[in-house]
């Protein structure tokens, strides 16, 4: 596909003059891309090996704070480096920053040189790699929706994030009148991120004004992730650059619908799905039906993945689309899980609980943890819900709070056993420290409601 280079076509636009920048960046526990601005020829002669970075970067928040209590690191141990390794198999052009191209890395330890076990991108490798070993390749969408609005970051961080205005004034749920007047925006979105070498299917409007959702063609677990991160990076960017703002903050006002990203999932075998089973009514084989057994039953267990602030909770409202119950159903956006494509080799489930902020590397790790333990036990899948399934007092709820979430995770014995004890315990600090910082902050709804009435 266009967009993507190989290491030779690297050097040759440098040589040429046409790539000056290269981007060398990783996934951080938040899910943002960091890293350093490489000048081209500094790059393809020395640093495609090897760079470096403090290892605080997979320990921190979203302002960059160093919390006490991770393992990993701290500043007992001095907060040393970590190898950044290029993946010379991402390398891409970045077509709406002039001459500039980016690799992604894998992070390393820098004595043994050991992939970091916490860092995202080796935690989804190593449950894609236990799939491997089973003869499975899991291929995942994840959709991402925002919200675009009127002024940009900088205007809005000024205005103390007051008073915030949609790019729409109306709810503009698959609207082509309403996303025409967008296009100045969503097409350079699309049309960069496609010369980025991403798939992109299509954009629409979402179910609420100035909301917005860009689909992904479905691939290998590793590159769907890769995909979504550097969109998520190049929809901000891009919006930026046309003085707007594009948010990923899952609920940005109590009374508008909040952004998903619900992730489509299908395990393949030697190129098939194998998910399909022709003879089964809703085309379901029996991998199929386990996976999502254990999807289903452990979704407590690995709701911080999909749900990893406070805000990510707020979401989770009746009649809004955002699920509540660890549930599925046939084609009924109400459950947590849906079954799509059904009687089709396109049979898939799709998570609905994930929210607009969910770090794609870390929900798809915990998810397929999840369905290889459900195949593993051969777990049996219960018959789908129909309905509204808000209404089913019978159906399990998931976490409704962070704090919740940080309990379940903390306590899941089939994470641990994924993904490592270190790992989650690094993890449940993460939850933990974003609980401690909200609990220390007096937020304005409590003045306006006890002012003066407490
Ligand atoms: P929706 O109604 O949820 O928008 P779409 O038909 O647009 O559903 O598909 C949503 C996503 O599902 C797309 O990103 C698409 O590439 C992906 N998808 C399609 N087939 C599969 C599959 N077999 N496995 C995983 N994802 C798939």
Redesign the pocket.
């Known amino acids: 596909m266009t967009g993507k280079l190989s290491f030779d076509d690297l050097k040759s636009r440098v040589t040429e003059g046409t790539i000056d920048t290269v981007l060398v960046c990783f996934a951080d526990m938040q899910g943002r891309l960091m890293g350093k601005r490489f000048h081209a020829v500094n790059f393809v002669e020395t640093s495609f090996a090897e760079t470096h970075c403090c290892n605080y970067l997979l320990a921190t928040d979203l302002e960059m704070a160093t919390p006490d209590g991770y393992a990993a690191t701290s500043w007992r141990s001095g907060y040393g480096d970590y190898v950044m390794k290029p993946d010379l198999d991402t390398i891409r052009l970045t077509p709406w920053l002039d001459g500039t191209a980016m690799v992604l890395c894998d992070v390393l330890d820098h004595h043994t040189h050991d992939a970091v076990p916490h860092s995202p991108r080796a935690m989804l490798q190593k449950q894609v790699a236990r799939l491997e070993t089973m003869g499975l390749t899991p291929?995942?969408?994840?959709?991402l929706e925002f919200f675009l609005f009127e002024k940009s970051f900088d205007a809005i961080r000024k205005d103390g994030f007051r008073d915030l205005e949609p790019i729409s004034g109306y709810n503009e749920d698959y609207h082509i009148l309403q996303t025409t007047k967008e296009e100045g925006i969503m097409r350079p979105i699309r049309n960069h991120l496609f010369g980025a070498g991403i798939?992109i299917?299509?954009s629409?409007g979402e179910a609420e004004a100035g909301q917005e959702?860009i689909?992904?063609?479905?691939?290998p677990a590793m590159d769907c992730a890769d995909y979504h991160t550097i969109a998520k990076n190049g929809i901000k960017e891009i919006a930026w650059m046309h003085g707007h703002a594009a948010t990923f903050l899952p609920k940005w006002h109590h009374d508008r619908v909040g952004s998903s990203s619900?992730v489509?999932?299908?395990l393949?075998r030697d190129g098939e799905?194998a998910?399909y089973d022709a003879d089964d009514d809703l085309g379901m084989s029996d991998l199929m039906r386990h996976y999502m057994a254990g999807l289903i039953a452990y979704a407590p267990d690995y709701t911080f993945f999909l749900a990893p602030y406070i805000n990510s909770y707020k979401r989770f409202a009746k009649g809004t689309f955002a699920p509540t119950k660890t549930v599925w159903s046939v084609d009924n956006r109400t459950a947590g899980f849906?079954l799509?494509?059904e009687a089709t080799?396109?049979?898939?489930v799709?998570c609905r609980i994930g929210g607009s902020d969910l770090n794609p590397y870390l929900a798809q790790a915990a998810m397929l943890a999840a369905g290889i333990k459900g195949i593993e036990d051969k777990m049996e899948l219960a018959p789908p819900t129909r309905g509204d399934v808000y209404e089913d007092a019978k159906a399990s709820d998931i976490p409704r709070t962070l704090r919740a979430a940080t309990e379940t995770l903390r306590g899941s014995a089939m994470l641990r056993a994924a993904m490592g004890d270190d790992v989650v315990d690094h993890y449940t600090r993460c939850a933990e420290w974003e609980q401690e910082e909200f609990d220390r902050v007096v937020t304005d709804w409590e003045i306006a409601r006890g002012f003066e009435r407490a």
């Open positions: 291929m995942m969408a994840t959709e798939p299917e299509n629409k959702e689909n992904i063609r479905y691939s619900h489509h999932q299908s393949w799905p998910f849906r799509c494509g080799r396109g049979v898939r799709e």
